[in-house]
């Protein structure tokens, strides 16, 4: 039985291929750097979007075609969207998958039946992995859309919500442990506030600080050697959320001693809400030695909010591709679209078009990224720019042994400095050699 006869497999066929169903960048076993494009992108499709994303928007209902789905909330229907989904895998070619508690399984009438429930999906979704050899990149609990979480999941006011909300991701710290999940992300869908005058966001911090230390317990209690990654968003469902950006989670992190125990899930429609670029985002996490893992997508400059259009800007996947391998690739994290069609891309082969181009548009970006190392000017340039601090008094301040008043006695006793070029238009025009 297949749930997408027209579709072949989907075959790297090269650039000069005009078939819409084939890869012209995407060459999975080709190497980059001695290793294989489909060991450094590690691209993942979100069970949400793929599976659950009916396309609506705020004006009006879905118009995705899923003739596969009876529309009910059975468990069997569950399932059998699980069947589907591996069939997308297989043919797009995309190893690993993400996703929620609530997408993959139906929210019943009790938690119990929910466990219930998730439980057998969880054994159709492990069938499908040992059928197909395709893994988990990381799972998550939803803690965003029923009503019971409209005012946050661990930081809520209500202690009953907030022992379902620690209940829930419990059990789906469990299922991603049983499904073999290099990691498990916590997005604070919630988990912030609209107004100041009903909130004591000293008392929600608190509490979500309590919650990720009982995270931490029950991951160590189970042995689940996967990753932990908080994913910042500044906004949206919130009008203001605690893991607003990277710097915002390391401080928090910091604060409640958690560092050590979580890394970063960074997206790139969420840096741009946060009025970050993707690039600075990334490098704030790297160099905390704490990327561990990408949502890809982007947004739309004429948009405010979340859009989470697929990447195909290559200047972009360029840019990524470069923090990617410079922190020397990907652990237990990937590349996951979490990305979703146009309302008005509703046919079940849109879902090929639109990942086909994310993944050409990221291998492209691999190659750019790697050509730009191997030419090394920019990395030169950089470098350079920096050489003054290659001194005995660059050493001394950096180790914190100068003092001000040692500086000043240099600063009077120097002729006025000179800069100089920052060359950005220079480095640039480099970087359009490459593209
Ligand atoms: C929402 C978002 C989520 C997380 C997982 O903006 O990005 O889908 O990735 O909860
Ligand atoms: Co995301």
Not at 79 to 85: A, E, M, N, S, T
């Amino acid at each position: 039985m297949s749930y997408f006869p027209e579709i072949p497999k989907i075959a790297y066929e090269g650039p000069k291929s005009k078939n819409p169903l084939s890869f012209k960048h995407y060459n999975p076993e080709e190497l980059v750097e001695g290793k294989s494009m489909r060991e450094h992108l590690r691209f993942a499709a979100a069970y949400w979007h793929v599976m659950r994303n009916p396309l609506a928007d705020p004006f009006g209902g879905g118009t995705a075609l899923t003739p596969w789905d009876d529309g009910s909330n059975s468990v069997a229907n569950a399932q059998k969207r699980v069947r589907v989904f591996f069939e997308f895998l297989e043919k797009i070619d995309i190893d690993f998958y993400c996703f929620h508690d609530r997408d993959v399984a139906p929210e019943c009438d009790t938690l119990a039946e929910s466990h219930a429930a998730l439980d057998a999906v969880a054994g159709t979704l492990a069938e499908e992995q040992q059928r197909t050899g395709k893994k988990l990149l990381w799972g998550t609990a939803c803690l965003f859309a029923h009503p019971r979480f409209a005012q946050g999941g661990a930081t809520t006011p209500s202690l009953s919500v907030f022992a379902h909300a620690a209940a829930q991701v419990k059990k789906a710290i469990s299922v991603t442990k049983e499904l073999g999940g290099g990691g498990y992300v916590f997005w604070g869908g919630r988990e912030g506030y609209s107004s100041l005058w009903n909130t004591d966001m000293k008392h929600e911090l608190d509490q979500l600080a309590a919650f990720l230390h009982m995270a931490v317990a029950w991951k160590k209690e189970i042995g689940f050697t996967g990753k932990f990654w908080i994913e910042p968003k500044p906004r949206e469902p919130s009008t203001h959320q605690y893991d607003s950006d990277a710097a915002a989670c390391f401080n928090f992190l910091r604060e409640y001693g958690l560092f050590d125990e979580f890394e970063l899930n960074i997206e790139t429609n969420h840096a741009t809400l946060a009025g970050h670029t993707m690039r600075h985002e990334l490098t704030v996490a790297a160099n905390a030695g704490r990327l561990g893992s990408i949502d890809a997508n982007r947004g739309d400059e004429l948009i405010g909010w979340d859009t989470d259009q697929f990447p195909t800007n290559i200047y972009l996947a360029a840019e990524v591709m470069l923090v990617v391998l410079g922190m020397g690739g990907f652990k237990e994290g990937g590349l996951n679209f979490d990305a979703k069609r146009r309302r008005e891309s509703h046919h079940p082969v849109d879902l090929f078009h639109a990942h086909i181009g994310g993944m050409d548009a990221f291998a492209r970006g691999l190659k750019i990224a790697a050509a730009i190392r191997a030419d090394g000017r920019i990395e030169e340039f950089v470098k350079n720019r920096y050489s003054s601090w290659n001194s005995d008094l660059g050493r001394k301040i950096l180790s914190g042994k100068a003092s001000f008043a040692e500086l000043e006695k240099i600063a009077l006793s120097q002729p006025a400095p000179t800069l100089a070029s920052g060359g950005q238009e220079y480095l640039e025009n480099i970087l359009n050699e490459f593209l």
